[in-house]
């Protein structure tokens, strides 16, 4: 078994940790946050995320986990350094900022004197693999012994843990002109995964940190093609459920990832589609992704479509309007509310006089703090309460299995907006309530 550190223990990080914890390995957590490191070493997660705590308090009892502030005692426990901390969107920039990898590589190679690798694993610009790689042999009193290795994540919030205990592939990015011990070392932490054929790709540098990119742009494009054939079966009254199933029994094509509706948020699709739009063109490459614009132009209209269908509903005015908004996160199974795109209808809705009272199931002290305007409830049934409208703005499963003989008695105005698709709009009618969703009639 390895020592392993994990250095960052956000979503990305602290699930990585406790995972490879789960897997045998000796792991020492390390974050800047003194507050997110005290909490995670008394067990408790900082986040939801579904078997997250379990895991994590498991592997604490048994020994295999345990966490810290400093990088000196970071570069005294392991051989492997996993670098998880976060690369979010520069503030007036597309491009990402790239201050908190760099950190890591200053802070923790000074420390280094032996023979260690660096797995970067957040998503960053093509590049900055190789540029870290100078930044840290020129620091550490290792030299040429210290390695920076890339070893893409692609967790998805909500199936955290499994899709790290049993991920679809591994991509591993090694320096061409330094391989070093990176792949060898790789192999001995992930073996459960390799004993279980899980596909292992052994590659370079640049298109190891392609590849994320390139999944997440892609999974983008799709979600945004369905949103734009919704906006199609909105002018030409069709409905893009339908439409959505009939193409995705074409297995090239594929049903998932066509769910038209709110569009994508969080914290990965957004930023990263428009950092690699900016990195294109620091690299002369920008017409190779110029469809990613529009990719988010189409996303981000879904947004401002939803405020106007709500609008519609009200004869053209909200002023007044009591609406129960479902749904806080940006996506179910998950308290992130980073680029939520619930969120952002809520606020814009009040914004034009509307009274909004929010509900998640998971996320409300996130969106509370992101929006302290709006007004919160504790349930389904109090945020509905008194409401001429109920919102569903996050498909949750409990919102999803919802039934109007819930609401009824409840609401003042029998009127739901589905911004997921996610309700049976016949279920409804039939109960006597004015259905709406969108890219359907
Ligand atoms: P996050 O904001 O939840 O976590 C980042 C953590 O890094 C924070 O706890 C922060 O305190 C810590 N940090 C900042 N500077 C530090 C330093 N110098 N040393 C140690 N810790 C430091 O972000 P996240 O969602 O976990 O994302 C991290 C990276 O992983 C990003 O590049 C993201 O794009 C990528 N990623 C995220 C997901 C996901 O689902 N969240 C999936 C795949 C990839």
């Not at 292992?200 to 892609?218: G, H, I, M, P, R």
């Not at 819930?406 to 004015?434: E, F, K």
């Amino acid at each position: 078994m390895t020592k392993v550190t994990v250095l960052g223990t956000g979503y990305l990080g602290a699930t990585h940790a406790a995972c490879m914890a789960e897997l045998g390995h000796e792991v020492l957590g390390v974050d800047v946050d003194a507050g997110k490191i005290a909490k995670l070493q008394d067990g408790q997660v900082p986040f939801f995320e579904p078997e997250l705590e379990e895991v994590l308090r498991r592997n604490i009892e048994a020994g295999r986990l345990r966490f810290s502030t400093s990088y000196r005692e970071a570069a005294a426990w392991g051989t492997a350094h996993f670098l998880c901390v976060g690369t979010p969107q520069k503030r007036g920039e597309y491009a990402a900022d790239l201050r908190y990898v760099e950190s890591v590589i200053d802070e923790l190679a000074p420390h280094i004197t032996g023979p260690a690798v660096i797995y970067g694993k957040s998503t960053v610009p093509v590049g900055t693999a190789a540029r870290l790689g100078d930044r840290a042999r020129a620091l550490s009193p290792a030299g040429e012994q210290l390695e920076v290795a890339w070893n893409p994540e692609f967790l998805r919030e909500g199936f955290a843990i499994g899709d790290t205990l049993r991920p679809d592939r591994l991509v591993i990015g090694i320096d061409p002109v330094r391989p070093g011990r990176a792949e060898q070392l790789a192999r001995e932490i992930y073996a459960t995964a390799l004993a279980a054929e899980t596909p292992f790709l052994v590659t370079d540098l640049a298109t190891a940190e392609l590849v994320k990119v390139a999944a997440n742009s892609f999974l983008a494009t799709k979600i945004s093609f369905i949103n734009a054939m919704a906006e199609l079966c909105e002018a030409a009254d069709a409905d893009v459920t339908v439409l959505a199933d009939a193409i995705g029994y074409d297995a090239r094509i594929g049903r998932r990832f066509l769910n038209a509706g709110l569009g994508f948020g969080g914290g990965c699709l957004p930023k990263d589609i428009r950092a690699f739009m900016a990195r294109a063109g620091e690299l002369h490459a920008h017409q190779a992704l110029t469809f990613l614009r529009e990719v988010d132009n189409v996303n981000m209209r879904r947004r401002t479509r939803m405020v106007e269908l709500t609008r519609e509903v009200f004869d053209g005015s909200l002023i007044g309007a009591r609406l129960a908004v479902l749904g806080a996160a940006f996506k179910p199974d998950s308290d992130d509310v980073r680029d939520s795109p619930a969120l952002n209808v809520a606020g814009q809705l009040q914004l034009q006089g509307a009274s909004v009272t929010v509900y998640d199931p998971h996320a409300m002290d996130n969106a509370r703090a992101l929006f302290p305007t709006l007004d919160y409830a504790t349930s389904v049934a109090e945020a509905c309460k008194g409401a001429d409208a109920v919102l569903v703005l996050t498909e949750w499963q409990q919102f999803r299995e919802l039934d109007p003989a819930d609401l009824t008695g409840l609401v003042r105005g029998n009127r739901v907006l589905d911004g997921r698709n996610c309700l049976d709009p016949q279920l409804w009618s039939a109960a006597g309530w004015t259905y709406r969703g969108l890219g359907r009639h």
